[in-house]
Nanobody, 120 residues
């Protein structure tokens, strides 16, 4: 069972908006941290936004003010609202979660990734 399933990627013009969704499977007993990373071709995976265990939100400087991360249902569903998209936002976006299994083992989980392409 895939632990995290993303949806919502696609092709959009510069200045446009997209919303990504991420749903956690029952494999994850409890989600502590949830957020989003991205990886552009030829570049390392980088943090975009995160909701840490103790609350609040963290954003990378390059998306602050344009993107918004949120989560519901004890963080089993997470969203990334992306506004004022730029061509340099083009990347595969991955949902990430730090969670606990039913055996109380901490694990890092990743989604399969969803492509976001911003045309100029």
């Amino acid at each position: 069972q895939v632990p995290l399933v993303e949806s919502g990627g696609g092709l959009v013009q510069a200045g446009g908006s997209l919303r990504l969704s991420c749903v956690a499977s029952e494999t994850i007993f409890k989600v502590n941290d949830v957020g989003w990373y991205r990886q552009a071709p030829g570049k390392q995976r980088e943090l975009v936004a995160m909701i840490p265990r103790d609350g609040g939100t963290n954003y990378a400087d390059f998306v602050r003010g344009r993107f918004r991360v949120s989560a519901v249902n004890h963080k089993t569903t997470a969203y990334l609202e992306m506004n004022y998209l730029k061509p340099e936002d083009t990347a595969v976006y991955y949902c990430y979660a730090r969670g606990v299994t039913r055996e109380l083992v901490y694990e890092d989980y990743w989604g399969q990734g969803t492509q976001v392409t911003v045309s100029s």
